[in-house]
C-alpha cells in the first residue's frame, strides 16, 4: 500500500516562505515523476510543480520564480520550496507521485497567506 504523506504547510505572511515535503512510503517503486497540486475553495485542483525520475520541472506560470521543486529519488521524495507568498497562493497543497499509468496522492496539507 503506497502512502504519500505531506508535511511543512502552514499560516504565513504575504512575503513569507514555506517548505512542502512529501515522503512515499510502502513501496520500493522509483515513480516517474513526482510533484505537488493545490485546490483553493471553490476552484479545481491545479499543477504547481512536477519533476520527472531524471530531473526536468514544470511549474506553473504563476509560480515560476518563487517556487522550486526538488526531488530525492532514492528516498522517494519530493520537496517544494516556496518563497515570496502571496494571498494567492493559499490553498490545500496535494503530494502526486506517478508510477506508469497509476496516480497517488496525498491527504494534503493547508497552506494560508495572510495579508
Known amino acids: 500500500q503506497v502512502q504519500l504523506v505531506e508535511s511543512g504547510g502552514g499560516l504565513v505572511q504575504t512575503g513569507g516562505s514555506l517548505r512542502l515535503s512529501c515522503a512515499a512510503s510502502?513501496?520500493?517503486?522509483?515513480?516517474?515523476?513526482m510533484g505537488w497540486y493545490r485546490q483553493a475553495p471553490g476552484k479545481q485542483r491545479e499543477l504547481v510543480a512536477l519533476i520527472t525520475s531524471a530531473g526536468s520541472t514544470n511549474y506553473a506560470d504563476s509560480v515560476k520564480g518563487r517556487f522550486t521543486i526538488s526531488r530525492e529519488n532514492a528516498k522517494n521524495k519530493v520537496s517544494l520550496e516556496m518563497n515570496s507568498l502571496k494571498p494567492d497562493d493559499t490553498a490545500v497543497y496535494y503530494c502526486?507521485?506517478?508510477?506508469?499509468?497509476?496516480?497517488?496522492w496525498g491527504q494534503g496539507t493547508q497552506v494560508t497567506v495572510s495579508s
Open positions: 502526486k507521485a506517478v508510477f506508469l499509468y497509476s496516480d497517488y
Open positions: 510502502g513501496t520500493v517503486l522509483s515513480f516517474n515523476a
